[in-house]
């Protein structure tokens, strides 16, 4: 089992940028593979990023491709969401999850076990 928290969410103009901070807890991290995901206000938590378990392979949703860049540091136990050129249509909750099926990571939300509790993105127009 692993326990994640998130962080390094806010307020930020069209255009800036944050990043994310996705921290595990409990069972070595580097067994899992990770992703992260948004939900915005009435719609459906959606896939934004996933990495495999060395960090080596990574997948995005085209709407993020060239903007957001998610990496890992299996030492700190922790996973990132570098987030560039950010749109009004970022805006939503960002969580991180893990997962523990082989293979390439997954973008479907039922392939993931554990759950952050989200951190708030707000990008203001």
């Known amino acids: 089992q692993v326990q994640l928290v998130e962080s390094g969410g806010g307020l930020v103009q069209v255009g800036g940028s944050l990043r994310l901070s996705c921290a595990a807890a409990g069972r070595t991290f580097s067994t899992y593979a990770m992703g992260w995901f948004r939900q915005a206000p009435g719609k459906e938590r959606e896939f934004v990023a996933s990495?495999?378990?060395?960090?080596?392979?990574?997948y995005y949703t085209d709407s993020v491709k060239g903007r957001f860049t998610v990496s890992r540091d299996n030492a700190k136990n922790t996973m990132y969401l570098q987030m560039n050129s950010l749109k009004p249509e970022d805006t939503a909750v960002y969580y991180c999850a893990a997962s523990t099926l082989p293979g390439v990571p997954s973008r479907w939300r039922s392939e993931y076990s554990y759950w952050g509790q989200g951190t708030q993105v707000t990008v203001s127009s």
């Open positions: 990495i495999s378990r060395s960090g080596s392979s990574t």
